[in-house]
Every structure is written in C-alpha cells, then in structure tokens.
Nanobody, 124 residues
Framework: HLQLVESGGGLVQPGGSLRLSCVASGGTLDRYAIAWFRQVPGKEREAVSCSSGYDGNKNFPQSVKGRFTISRDNATSTVSLQMNNLEPDDTAKYYC?????????????????WGQGTQVTVSS
C-alpha cells in the first residue's frame, strides 16, 4: 500500500515559483502513475499534471501548460511539481495521488492512494 507525503507549499507572490515534492513509501514508484491534483474549497478536485510509464509527463488544464512541469525520480521515490509564473487562480491545496499502472487519467476515482495535501497561496 503506497503512502504519499507532500511538501513545498507556501505563500508566494504572483509571478513567483514553488516546487512541490511528493515522497512515496511502501511500494516501487516506477509501477505507478503519479499525479498532482488541486482543490479549492467548494469546488471539485482538479487534475493538474501526471507522470506515467506509458504517457510520460502531461499537464491537463490549459491554464498550467507552459508554467507547470512534473518530474519523477524513481530512485528516490519522489515526484515533483515545478510551478512557475504563479497566478492567484493557482491558489489551492495540492495533492499527490498514485494509481498502479502505466497510464494517466485526469479522474479522481482512478487513483487509489492520496497524500494529505500541501497548501499553495498566491497573493500579493
């Protein structure tokens, strides 16, 4: 049973950058698709980026393309999300999620393991 722990959130000004990390334990990371989701209170959880053996690295919402980059290091069981040129609309709690297999989907129900989340606030 894979366990996930996120870190790296915080308060940043518009235009700034943050790097989120997700460290996995209890399993072999290269067997999993790993995704970052985000959620604002009162709204549905939204898929942001995903990394898998078959799909490679991909971003889902158009709003983050060119600004967010997901990367993974299977040797250290770490998946990172580099977020540049942050905007106030990026404010949310960011979650790391894992699904065994090699394909990415942007569906919450597809992922069976979740971290506790890390808060990102973009504000001047």
């Amino acid at each position: 049973h894979l366990q996930l722990v996120e870190s790296g959130g915080g308060l940043v000004q518009p235009g700034g950058s943050l790097r989120l990390s997700c460290v996995a334990s209890g399993g072999t990371l290269d067997r999993y698709a790993i995704a970052w989701f985000r959620q604002v209170p009162g709204k549905e959880r939204e898929a942001v980026s995903c990394s898998s053996g078959y799909d490679g690295n991909k971003n889902f919402p158009q709003s983050v393309k060119g600004r967010f980059t997901i990367s993974r290091d299977n040797a250290t069981s770490t998946v990172s999300l580099q977020m540049n040129n942050l905007e106030p609309d990026d404010t949310a709690k960011y979650y790391c999620a894992a699904s065994i297999g090699y394909v990415c989907y942007d569906l919450v129900s597809f992922f069976e393991a979740w971290g506790q989340g890390t808060q990102v606030t973009v504000s001047s």
